[in-house]
């Protein structure tokens, strides 16, 4: 491998997919299971410095360091709620933050990554939409904050599920997301399973269609909160694009293995989207969907206006769609006392204004 020329930006090993790190070694006289041990070092052992890849030569690292960058999101700050959930902050390589949340005994361990620096959806009850996007991450910094989690739960030898529901939305952030997912899925680094990967989404058509088509299927869970278009569009803006009946038709024809369902979550706020006959249009919308039905009580916090309803408002929902023969359940919020439930990630000082939100997909 010849030494970079001054002045030439240096490539990340952490941005490379392994096909795409073998190709590129190849090409400057390197064999390719080289690109299979490096792999391993940074995704199955968590190493964060070149020189620490000690099955390879010294004067390979040594041009490896010259041509390479190997970057690593830095923790700053570690929050454990009552519950045992914990909060990250992680600060990425330009000094920009974003938060991570591993919930144990769920009844897996499991990560919730963010997609992005805030995000654009700007749902009402959402404190990381009121951030605005601020910037997509890359494949990198999606993978880099697993890797941080693994090395600060000392987890690098237990099994665990991922959910992509942290900031951001993450068909929003489309290639940058599924390129992550393939790099978590190599048999040479942590070979987290799809099946151990839900993504959520509010429902982007277009990138919707387009994972349909993908070879490497999460789990799919589609942020609905609502019934009926109008609704729906008061608590996430986007629907007035995307509406409710294109989502579900987008649903029924989306491929599912056998024993699958598509997750629909539906955070309750009181006197607004929780009433019995709301439950029954639900039930009725969702009646020719392989579907499961995520109840979510919300997580009050300042800044969201909406309430929580009440416990026997809850049952009464969850009750009305198992009575319709609809798969419910409702989620017991974690680290609600740490601001690390659902709908509750946020990283002050770095919001962009109302006008620039949706403007950047619409």
Known sequence: MSKKTPGAERRDLAELERPALEALLEASGVERFRARQIFRWIHRHGVTNIDAMTDLSRQLRATLADAFTLTTPALVEREKSIDGTEKFLLRLADGRQIESVFIPDTPAMTFCISTQVGCAMACAFCLTGKMGLVRNLTAGEIVGQVRVLVDALDMRDTRFNIVLMGMGEPLHNYDETMKALRM????????????????????????????????????????????????????????????????????????LKKRSRITFEYVLLAGVNDSADQARTLAKLLANVKAKVNLIPL??????????????????????????????????????DIRAACGQLIVEGQRKSPAQQLAVIL
Do not use: W
């Open 299 to 336: 997580n009050a916090a300042p800044g969201i206006p909406f309430e929580r309803p009440s416990d026997q408002a809850i049952d009464r929902f969850a009750q009305v769609l198992a009575d319709h023969h609809i798969l419910v359940s409702v989620r017991k919020s974690r680290g609600r």
């Open 184 to 255: 978590l899925a190599d048999e040479h680094g942590l070979e987290v399973s799809p099946r151990r990967v839900t993504l959520s989404t509010v429902g982007l058509l277009p990138a919707l269609e387009r994972l349909a088509k993908e070879p490497l299927m999460p789990n799919l869970a589609i942020s609905l909160h609502a019934p009926t278009d109008l609704t729906r569009g008061e608590l996430v803006p986007i629907n007035k694009t995307y509406g409710i009946a294109e989502i579900i038709a987008a649903c029924r024809k989306f491929p």
